[in-house]
């Protein structure tokens, strides 16, 4: 079992750039796989990166590729999410969750899920 606490969302303009933080808790974040996840207003939840638990594997969907970077610290059991070059349609809520299969051009298996952090792109 994992708790998960996501943080580090806020109100940016287009352009900029923030670090989301998802810090783990119960067990260490480095048996699973972790992955970020975004649900904007009106839209269905959508993977937009994702970590293995072992091999260093990536996902990013295509939309994110080139402006964001998934990274762990397993020292301070987080996973981050930097994000670089933010774009009015990044807006969304951003959740972390584990998964369990992280492939090049898959996501998935979510069991444990954070509460959520806001991301607001505008100018």
């Known amino acids: 079992q994992v708790q998960l606490k996501e943080s580090g969302g806020g109100l940016v303009q287009p352009g900029g750039s923030l670090r989301l933080s998802c810090a783990g808790s119960g067990r260490t974040l480095d048996y699973y796989g972790i992955g970020w996840f975004r649900q904007a207003p009106g839209k269905e939840r959508e993977a937009v990166s994702c970590i293995s638990d072992s091999d260093g594997t990536t996902y990013y969907r295509d939309s994110v590729k080139g402006r964001f970077t998934i990274s762990r610290d397993n020292a301070r059991n987080t996973v981050y999410l930097q994000m670089d070059s933010l774009k009015p349609e990044d807006t969304a809520v951003y959740y972390c969750?584990?998964?369990?299969?992280?492939?090049?051009?898959?996501?998935?298996?979510?069991?444990?899920w954070g509460k959520g952090t806001l991301v607001t792109v505008s100018s």
């Open positions: 969750a584990t998964v369990r299969v992280v492939l090049d051009l898959t996501c998935g298996g979510m069991d444990y």
